[in-house]
T-cell receptor, first 112, second 114 residues
Framework: DGGITQSPKYLFRKEGQNVTLSCEQN?????MYWYRQDPGQGLRLIYY???????QKGDIAEGYSVSREKKESFPLTVTSAQKNPTAFYLC???????????FGSGTQLSVL | KNQVEQSPQSLIILEGKNCTLQ??????????LRWYKQDTGRGPVSLTI?????NTKSNGRYTATLDADTKQSSLHITASQLSDSASYIC?????????????FGKGTKLSVKP
């Protein structure tokens, strides 16, 4: 079954802690994205990657970091510098610029 | 400023009724417009795409329209079902050829009651 998988579904972060959200796809897509979704808000782009070993900052990259060592994987680290990390995080991928996005099922991050 | 505005913010209808969701955009240069459905706690799923030359497109009980002159789109849901309860997100693509070129609306939360 082709798709995009995010884990964990729920994640809790302690003060000063870095946490990493996993995103894996087997769709053979070049482009991968991380979005943040807050209640009543539209999706906001954190980072995106168009090719392995390359990524660009989105609109709200501060306090986040990513890597793209493999085509299938695009993990997102929420660092301690992100002071308001509580949100629903969505990973997505697509093959070509005008194709639809395929989304994972999301990770809900909360602060303890 | 590139923006996508959706209305209403939320909507409650009875099962079996029809409804229409609106999307207005000020995005340039425009490439296409997609409607996504997002169930609670899940990722969005694409329903339909509208390009500049298309006025109407149907996908089962969903019908999307696009008026490129007034920069408005609508999503009409016919004979609503309980499973239609979700947020519906309008997403406009800029014609830049870049992967980071999507403008998202805030969504309309639809509740279908029995």
């Amino acid at each position: 079954d082709g798709g995009i998988t995010q884990s964990p579904k729920y994640l809790f972060r302690k003060e000063g802690q870095n946490v990493t959200l996993s995103c894996e796809q087997n769709l053979n897509h070049d482009a991968m994205y991380w979005y943040r979704q807050d209640p009543g808000q539209g999706l906001r782009l954190i980072y995106y990657s168009q090719i392995v070993n390359d990524f660009q900052k989105g609109d709200i990259a501060e306090g986040y970091s990513v890597s793209r060592e493999k085509k299938e994987s695009f993990p997102l680290t929420v660092t301690s510098a992100q002071k308001n990390p509580t949100a629903f995080y969505l990973c997505a991928s697509r093959g070509q610029p005008n194709e639809k996005l395929f989304f994972g099922s999301g990770t809900q991050l909360s602060v303890l | 400023k590139n923006q996508v505005e959706q209305s209403p913010q939320s909507l409650i209808i009875l099962e079996g009724k029809n409804c229409t969701l609106q999307c207005n955009y000020t995005v340039s240069p425009f490439s296409n417009l997609r409607w996504y459905k997002q169930d609670t706690g899940r990722g969005p799923v694409s329903l339909t795409i509208m390009t500049f030359s298309e006025n109407t497109k149907s996908n089962g009980r969903y019908t999307a329209t696009l008026d490129a002159d007034t920069k408005q789109s609508s999503l009409h849901i016919t004979a609503s079902q309980l499973s239609d309860s979700a947020s519906y997100i309008c997403v406009v693509s800029l014609h830049r050829g870049s992967q980071g070129n999507l403008i998202f609306g805030k969504g309309t939360k639809l509740s279908v009651k029995p």
